[in-house]
C-alpha cells in the first residue's frame, strides 16, 4: 500500500510507515490517539471514525459513528476513557455553502443566519456528546450537555412583546421546549 | 431533559428595574430547581427592544 502513495514534496526525516483509507472516508480532520486507537472527525463524511492503529504498519478502521443530521464532528478530544465530540453545523452540507467559496467571505452569523431576527428551527444538532471508550473499538454515548446560543424572548414568527412579563414568557418557553425536543423536535440532543 | 436538567442559567437584562418581574417568570418554570444562576443589568442587547435574554446549560446522564 506505501509504495502507491506519492512522494512528499517537502517532508524530511519522515517515513510513512501505514496507511489507512479511514474506512472509505478519507476526510479526517481532527485526530487523538488513546489505547492504541485513532479517533477521527470527518468534514465531508459527518460523524467520526475509530481506527486501530496498534501496529502502525497495518492500520485499520474497526467503527464509524454517523452524526446527527446535517451536524459534523470535526473537533473531538480525549481525556482518559473519555471521549468528548463536539456537533456543530455541517457548513458544507448548508445551502448558503453551495458554493464553498460563500464559507470565506462576509459576516459567517449572517450567511447561517445565526444573525437573524428570528428563533426559527435548527436543523443540525448543537452541543458535546460524551463516549465511553474504555472499550475502545465501540464507543458508548453515555451523556450529552447541550448548550443554547441565548434565547432572546422572541416567538417563533418574530414577535416580541414589549413589557418584561411577555418577554421572559416567551424566553423561558423557548428554554423549555429546547429541553423537551431537542433541536429537531426528536428528542435528541447530541 | 427537563427543567431539572438545567445546571446553569445566565440572564441579561437592560433594565434593573424589570428584575423583580423576570424572577417571577423564571420562578414558575423552574419551580423547586435551583441551578446556579448568573444575571446581569446590561446596558443594551442586540437590538433595542430586546428586554431578556437567557441562556441555559442543561447535563443529562444516558
Known sequence: MTAELPKPDYARNMRILGHCDQ?????????MVHRGHAYVGH?????FSVIDVR?????RAVNY????PNTWNIHL???DDLLLV????????AAEFADEKAYYKGQLGNVVGTAERTSAAR??????????????????RIGCWLMTSGTPGLSAAGGLPNDIAGQAELAWQNVMNLLAKGRHGCGRYC | MAAADIVKVT??????????????????????????STLLVIPQLVWPEILVEVEIVAAKAL
Not at chain 1, 474506512?23 to 485526530?31: K, T
Not at chain 1, 459513528?65 to 446527527?68: F, G, I, S, T, V
Not at chain 2, 437584562?13 to 435551583?34: H, K, M, P, S
Open chain 1, 43 to 47: 468534514m465531508f463524511s459527518k460523524g
Open chain 1, 55 to 59: 501496529n502502525a504498519k497495518h492500520p
Open chain 1, 77 to 79: 478530544q480525549t481525556h
Open chain 1, 23 to 31: 474506512g472509505g472516508r478519507p476526510d479526517g480532520v481532527q485526530i
Open chain 2, 11 to 36: 440572564q441579561y437584562l437592560t433594565r434593573a428595574e424589570d428584575i423583580q418581574g423576570y424572577a417571577a417568570v423564571r420562578a414558575r418554570f423552574l419551580g423547586d430547581n435551583r441551578p446556579a
Open chain 1, 86 to 93: 463536539v456537533n456543530a453545523k455541517d457548513m458544507f452540507a
Open chain 1, 65 to 68: 459513528l454517523a452524526a446527527p
Open chain 1, 123 to 140: 436543523d443540525w444538532t448543537a452541543g458535546l456528546a460524551v463516549y465511553d471508550i474504555s472499550k475502545p473499538a465501540t464507543p458508548q
